[in-house]
């Protein structure tokens, strides 16, 4: 594969935007150290950006691209709103941010104050500030788009017109099914001076195969804008059949998390967890996460380490041990290889090459799994679930191939905006 001749030009890669996220900046710091952080395109949130910043400043000098999410919608909400985002400078301290804090009377000037972070913090780019809405109709859709203008103003009066703004449309996943909507919601943001549009979907739960089919239908409205889309907090299978099908140019995600978006908390009041979280340690082959005590109960069962132990030199070199040892960078490399074998392929039969090489192993797979005895019901149940999703996944991505629909119109891949487009280790995109 190293030595790829094309005959029309390299198709355009799928990018992926990693989520830093607030608890995995360390694991991320030693992976940079060892070479084995194989990604360029980074998304920092705002309450932690000070904190992360030994992290933040090595990958800036280092050539990467940075992208500040502004976290407005977290703010202006009740549900998100405690913690960590109170300590941003355009928060109000005692309550979530509403609609006349946007106003010329209110004293406070949001905007200003997030271009101001943006610039002295030089970032790439930043996120415009938006909400959740409930739809088109919606009174934080007008602010968002007045918002998004005054952003750009900002920016271009202290100098900053290198800084690029995207915009992050945060839906429900019935706003984004509805036509109607999403025609009006096109009408509007045409005009505005972002670069990237990223789709943030609300779901309640995992996206299910069907979920994956109508998000890709909806997504290629959006192309009427000729921007670059982003397919945000969408990871695994569903991620990549959005890339395959056109659907998007790159995808957004954190290490393990964020890789779905659900809103349903958000209107309630916050209650923070307590304790850490569980190590999950990610198995390709069915598209889930395991804990190390899950893994252990599998790996116990005949034939079981043949089929789920990463065998793969590069990532795992103790197979088992590298996998629990270090689990962020098994997944890094294990999500760039799959972006890296999908972008090979031509856009006109990425979704072919999708098919064949990433769903069907993974059906193969999980057949081979449900045929393990292994001593745990609960695993067994996960693996029978597992197994089900993909074979449903399976149907429907065949039938959307065998399918009248155009999807050689594709979302074009996000213009890099770090300095520096080589990566001193193994250049991904």
């Known amino acids: 594969m190293d030595k790829i001749i094309y005959l029309h030009g390299k198709p355009e890669p799928v990018a992926l935007y990693l989520r830093i996220g607030n608890k995995g900046h360390r694991q991320l710091e030693t992976l940079f150290g060892a070479g084995r952080l194989y990604i360029n395109r980074f998304l920092v949130d705002a309450p932690f950006y000070d904190n992360q910043r030994d992290l933040i400043n090595t990958l800036h000098e280092d050539g990467a691209e940075i992208v500040l999410d502004t976290n407005i919608a977290d703010l202006s909400v009740p549900g998100r709103f405690e913690g960590a985002c109170r300590k941003i400078p355009w928060a109000i301290e005692d ?50 788009v007045e918002s998004c203008n005054k952003l750009r103003m900002y920016l271009e009066a202290k100098g900053a017109s290198n800084i690029s703004i995207d915009y992050p449309l945060l839906i429900p996943y019935t706003v984004f099914r509805n036509q109607e909507q999403r025609a009006r919601i096109i009408n509007v943001l045409k005009d505005l001076p972002f670069e990237n549009l990223w789709l943030r979907i609300s779901h309640s739960g995992q996206m299910t195969p069907l979920g994956t089919l109508r998000y890709i239908s909806a997504a290629h409205d959006f192309l009427q804008l000729k921007k670059p889309i982003i397919a945000d907090c969408v990871g695994g299978l569903p991620g990549l059949a959005i890339a395959a099908f056109g659907g998007c140019g790159a995808i957004a995600h954190g290490v393990g998390e964020k890789e779905q978006f659900d809103t349903s908390s958000w209107k309630k009041t916050r209650v923070e967890q307590k304790g850490g979280q569980r190590k999950r340690i990610y198995i390709p082959g069915i598209d889930r996460y395991l804990n190390e005590e899950q893994l252990e109960t599998l790996f116990r069962a005949r034939k079981a380490y043949r089929i789920f132990a990463c065998t793969d030199r590069e990532c795992c070199k103790r197979g088992r041990d590298d996998m629990v040892e270090f689990p962020f960078a098994h997944f890094i490399c294990q999500r760039n290889k799959q972006l890296e074998d999908l972008s090979r392929a031509p856009g006109s039969r990425r979704a072919e090459h999708f098919l064949k090489h990433h769903v069907e192993p993974a059906l193969s797979i999980c057949g081979q799994a449900t045929k393990l005895k292994i001593e745990n019901a609960s695993l067994t149940s996960l693996l029978k679930k597992a197994n089900k999703r993909i074979e449903t996944f399976h149907r429907v991505i065949e039938n959307l191939l065998k399918s009248n629909q155009d999807y050689t119109i594709r979302s074009s891949t996000p213009h890099f905006r770090g300095s520096s487009l080589s990566i001193p280790r193994r250049e991904v995109h």
Do not use: K, M, N, Y
């Open 95 to 144: 309550r979530p941010l509403e609609p006349r804090d946007f106003r010329p009377s209110s004293g406070i000037d949001i905007i200003e104050r997030i271009a101001r972070f943006a610039v002295s913090r030089q970032v790439d780019a930043v996120l415009s500030p938006s909400h959740l809405l409930e739809g088109t109709f919606d009174p934080w859709f007008t602010i968002d």
